[in-house]
């Protein structure tokens, strides 16, 4: 398979690794971006964190409410340019489309866009877009939503950057009051602020562990190739959970943390017993505008591959 400049600036955008590196790892494994990815961090040129790549499509992530606080949506609706972005037609639109995704039982987007549109039921979901659309005058589409609720407790809700990134956190809690709600928002915060893959480690799956390991004992051999399996292991192991308390919600170093040591794990058992309560931090949602996909930026995949002689 033919590796294009796009391909090298895509890759070199999720990774951080240089031009000439990201072209070899894509030749390497015949343009396939994922083992092109893994080739990298073998042989240490790519962080553990794979960058989704940057923010590539306007738009806006809404939250939506239930009254008593236990059922949360998250919803991204996205368009053309930051312009109609920040239109209040386009926004109105979307605060409307969270208001649905509230409310249905739908189990997938595709099902979301096919049911009766609630502000007019004449149309379906898909209907009233291509009708906002005629309005606006700028391509537009609901790429995804997802719904949180929890029995006893409640669902907190984020919004950052004029709705960049929107994030929920369903809280079990046997107490809900001023404190807990507090904390729950400052939790959301963090899973704003860092990007955080898993709850818990009780979410990553042991697919993912043996991968990493695999992955991570090619990159300390190529360190040390004279290095015996007990050291190679034990770099492997430290460095996995050094991984963990970055992708794990929980592990994570409270960024408000005094100390800059507490984890969010402890920051919130603090509040529970500062409040007599009973807390689990159930799971987070957390959506970005425009996360995976890409704008066209043909101008820059030029200048990419002038440098390459590609």
């Not at 989704?52 to 306007?58: D, F, L, N, Q, Y």
């Not at 959970?241 to 058992?269: F, I, P, R, T, W």
Request: proline share 1%; with cysteine.
């Amino acid at each position: 398979m033919a590796v294009t400049a796009a391909m090298v600036k895509e890759l070199r955008e999720m990774t951080g690794a240089g031009m000439m590196d990201c072209k070899k790892a894509l030749a390497a494994t015949d343009g396939d971006m994922d083992k092109a990815v893994d080739f990298l961090r073998e042989k240490g040129l790519a962080s553990a964190e794979r960058k989704a790549g940057r923010i590539a499509a306007e738009g806006i992530v809404v939250t939506g409410l239930s009254e008593d606080g236990k059922k949360a949506v998250v919803v991204e609706v996205n368009a053309e340019t930051d312009f109609v972005a920040k239109n209040e037609k386009f926004r109105t639109y979307a605060s409307d489309v969270a208001a649905q995704a509230l409310k249905t039982t739908a189990a997938d987007i595709n099902a979301f866009m096919a049911e009766k549109w609630e502000k007019d039921p004449s149309m379906t979901v898909k209907e009233a877009l291509s009708t906002q659309i005629s309005i606006i005058g700028e391509n537009m589409n609901i790429r995804r939503f997802e719904q949180v609720s929890v029995e006893d407790g409640f669902v907190a809700s984020y919004i950052h950057a004029g709705g960049k990134i929107g994030v929920l956190v369903a809280v079990e809690s046997n107490v809900v009051n001023d404190a807990i709600k507090e904390m729950a928002k400052n939790v959301a915060m963090q899973a704003a602020a860092l990007k955080p893959q898993f709850t818990s480690r009780d979410e990553v799956s042991a697919s993912y562990i043996e991968k990493e390991k695999e992955i991570l004992t090619a990159a300390a051999k190529n360190e040390k190739p004279d290095a015996n399996d007990k050291i190679i292991n034990g770099m492997v192991m430290g460095r996995i959970n050094k991984e963990l308390k970055e992708v794990c919600l929980l592990d994570q170093v409270y960024v408000k943390a005094e100390d800059g040591k507490q984890s969010v794990s402890q920051y919130v058992a603090q509040v529970a017993k500062e409040n007599g309560a009973d807390i689990k931090v159930k799971k987070f949602v957390r959506f970005e505008t425009g996360e995976g996909l890409a704008k066209k930026e043909e101008n820059f995949a030029e200048e990419v591959a002038k440098q390459m002689g590609m």
